[in-house]
Structures are given as C-alpha cells and as structure tokens.
C-alpha cells in the first residue's frame, strides 16, 4: 500500500474515533475515488497516481465551489471548501512563479532547447517534476514563452 494511500486510511480510522462527521465524510470521499480508480484500472495505485486522483478532486471541488458560487448558495460552497482543504493536504506545496521559473530555466537548459520544436522535450522533463505541484498549462505557456525569445 503506498503511503500516502496508508495516511489516507488512518485518518479516516481517527475521525471515526473522534467522530469528526465533516472530515469523515470528505475522507471517505477520498478514499472512494482512489478505490474506484484502483478497480476501474485493476491495479494498485502508487503515491504518484494518488495525488493525480486527488489533483482531479480537488479540480472538480474548485469547479463546484465557483459554480456553487455564482448561484448564490453559501452553504454549498463552505461544504465544499471545507472537502478542498482536505485534500489539499495530502497534496504537496504548490510551487510560487519564481520556482516554476527557476525548473523552466534548468529544464531548457538540460534539455538543450532552443525553439519550439525542442517544447516536447522540454515538457516531458518538467511533467514529471511539476505534476501535481504547479498548473501545467501556466508552464507550457512559460515554456512556449522562452522558447519564442
């Protein structure tokens, strides 16, 4: 079991002790997603396909939380808020500009790019070391930015 997954579990297990109803509800939601990724696919899932999956979550609860917004229901949008921070918890720091810059950089740098055509390469590198930790389209944009100069 990866251990992210085992984290996941333990907390459901000590809001059951405690009987946090809220943090139990959004724990379990978690944990659905995970399983029914887990079953859909016939694996087991690793830590870097658990924060995808929890990545996707947390996409759709800032989906909700702007639709549920926008239609004026504010006791929606503190539920879902309150789901969002949960599962921005088991996600790793998001990086600032100035770091997603600074990976930009070292990525054309080691990958030797010096036009659009050379992007590909440069993408694949900073997929995996961003995943999960900046918007990859921003970076794209970045990167298609930089090797426009």
Do not use: C, W
């Amino acid at each position: 079991m990866s251990e992210l997954k085992h984290r996941i579990n333990e907390d459901v297990k000590s809001a059951m002790r405690s009987k946090d109803k809220e943090r139990l509800a959004a724990l379990r939601l978690i944990s659905a997603a995970i399983k029914q990724r887990e079953i859909d696919e016939r694996i087991n899932l690793d830590d870097a396909q658990v924060s995808a999956v929890l990545n996707k979550m947390a996409k759709q609860q800032r989906d909700s939380i702007e639709q549920y917004a926008s239609a004026g229901r504010d006791d929606l949008v503190k539920k879902e808020q309150f789901e969002l921070s949960i599962i921005l918890g088991y996600l790793p720091q998001p990086l600032d500009a100035a770091q997603i810059s600074a990976k930009v950089a070292e990525a054309i740098a080691a990958t030797g790019a010096v036009g659009m055509k050379d992007m590909g390469k440069v993408m694949g590198q900073l997929q995996a070391a961003l995943q999960g930790r900046a918007d990859l389209s921003q970076v794209s944009a970045l990167v298609k930015a930089r090797l426009n100069q």
